[in-house]
């Protein structure tokens, strides 16, 4: 058994301000590896050894690497915030298209698409029941407006561009059909 104080894990390199590259590149391999004891895993453990580590963050290589590091990082979160605002704007300056359908046909194809998802419903339909299905289905044949989301993963404000979106979409539904501005309004308090 190694004594952890002794040893630092990759994720506690990390937390130190290495890179995977400057690991590989100023460490290599590890001091020990193996499983890990607390919990089963396919990876191993690599442990490296503090005085070890310690000794190569006083280098100029380290410094000169973890300078480089900064900057790159530094880049691509000025990308990915620049990715961010541009999909904010599309989706702000998009002109939303919602299909202007006759009550009667709206309901039709509402309830045929519920059935199409394998809802079924036993006996009548409740009552509100078919407003809802309403914005739900005219919230799918808007779904085209998704691919404005491409481009955008993770952490780069997909969330904060999805919650824009639908809202978007929700009030564009709202103004082509009054009679379902209530449920769009909940829907977008819901999503809040």
């Known amino acids: 058994m190694t004594d952890r104080t002794t ?16 690991v590989r590149d100023l460490l ?4 020990v ?12 453990v690599r442990l490296y050894r503090v005085a070890r580590v310690e000794a190569v963050e006083r280098t100029p290589e380290f410094t000169q690497c973890a300078a ?13 915030e620049r990715r961010r605002e541009a999909v904010l704007a599309a989706i702000h300056a998009e002109p939303i298209a919602v299909p202007r359908l006759p009550a009667a046909e709206l309901e039709r194809r509402a309830v045929r698409h519920r059935h199409l998802l394998g809802a079924r419903s036993p006996g009548g339909v409740a009552a509100g029941a078919l407003v ?14 998704e ?15 999805e919650r824009l979106l639908s809202r978007r979409l929700y009030e564009a539904i ?12 909940r829907r977008i308090g819901a999503e809040r």
């Open 33 to 44: 590896q193996g499983r890990d004891p607390r919990r089963w895993s396919l990876a191993p």
């Open 132 to 145: 809802r299905w309403q914005v739900s289905y005219l919230r799918h044949a808007l779904s085209r407006y």
């Open 174 to 185: 709202a103004e082509a059909y009054p009679a379902l501005a209530r449920e769009c309004r």
């Open 147 to 161: 691919t404005l989301l491409d481009g955008l993963y993770g952490s780069t404000g997909r969330a904060e561009a």
């Open 28 to 31: 290599g391999a590890p001091d």
């Open 7 to 22: 040893y630092v894990t990759l994720a506690g390199l990390r937390e130190r301000g290495w890179s995977d590259a400057m």
């Open 68 to 80: 480089a590091s900064g900057r790159r990082s530094s880049a691509a979160e000025a990308g990915a």
